[in-house]
Nanobody, 121 residues
Framework: QVQLVESGGGLVQAGGSLRLSCAASGSVFSINTMGWYRQAPGKQRELVAT???????NYADSVKGRFTISRDNAKNTVYLQMNSLKPEDTAVYYCHALLFARGTLGTQVYWGQGTQVTVSS
């Protein structure tokens, strides 16, 4: 069984910063892509940023230049550094991983439980 556990959400004023973390644990054999999505009230879940095991990162246009995604492969952890936060960044942020778990036949998508980020104006 695989779990993705997020931390680091909270309330911050516009212009402030937060750092989200997500650690994958359990029967993880290898991790391909990790990333962050977010869902604001009344809106669909949208991609924020992704980072493959090797290669280039990918960002939504709305966060380019403000957010930075990184990962620590030794810790099976992905981070999202969020700077210059805006009220429109308010959402539940979900960790995402495409990984191969022991005892399974191939890579599958796993999601964290979500962490609330609220940016006040």
């Amino acid at each position: 069984q695989v779990q993705l556990v997020e931390s680091g959400g909270g309330l911050v004023q516009a212009g402030g910063s937060l750092r989200l973390s997500c650690a994958a644990s359990g029967s993880v054999f290898s991790i391909n892509t990790m990333g962050w999505y977010r869902q604001a009230p009344g809106k669909q879940r949208e991609l924020v940023a992704t980072i493959p095991s090797t290669g280039s990162t990918n960002y939504a246009d709305s966060v380019k230049g403000r957010f930075t995604i990184s990962r620590d492969n030794a810790k099976n952890t992905v981070y999202l550094q969020m700077n210059s936060l805006k009220p429109e960044d308010t959402a539940v942020y979900y960790c995402h991983a495409l990984l191969f778990a022991r005892g399974t036949l191939g890579t599958q998508v796993y999601w964290g439980q979500g962490t609330q980020v609220t940016v006040s104006s």
